[in-house]
């Protein structure tokens, strides 16, 4: 069992930015591939990005990237988003998941999933 947690989320003007953590206790987070989702009010769970479980490969949805990016500590068990250059439609619930194996942009094969940090994006 791996038990998640997010935070750093809030409320920030258009062009600001916030870095999201993701906290992990339980199995060794290590050994798990993390992705961040976001979902908007009325719309489905989107993919936004992924991480490896050494670190060394990262994927990024079209829609941000070059403007958000993922890391990992592994010694303190903690997965990051900075996200940069942020615009009202980055407005959502972003949830953290970890699975076994590859990283993945498809929610449906993560097993562990975080309870969700709030990020509004003011015009």
């Known amino acids: 069992q791996v038990q998640l947690v997010e935070s ?4 920030v003007q258009a062009g600001g930015s916030l870095k999201l953590s993701c906290a992990a206790s339980g199995r060794t987070s290590s050994t798990y591939a993390v992705g961040w989702f976001r979902q ?3 719309k489905e769970r989107d993919f936004v990005a992924a991480i490896s479980r050494g670190g060394l490969a990262t994927y990024y949805s079209d829609s941000v990237r070059g403007r958000f990016t993922i890391s990992r500590d592994n010694a303190n068990n903690i997965v990051y988003l900075q996200m940069n250059s942020l615009q009202p439609e980055d ?13 993945s942009r498809y929610s449906q094969e993560y097993d562990y999933w975080g309870q969700g940090t709030q990020v509004t994006v003011s015009s």
């Open 40 to 42: 908007a009010p009325g």
């Open 91 to 103: 407005t959502a619930v972003y949830y953290c998941a970890c699975k076994g194996g590859l990283s």
């Open 8 to 11: 750093g989320g809030g409320l």
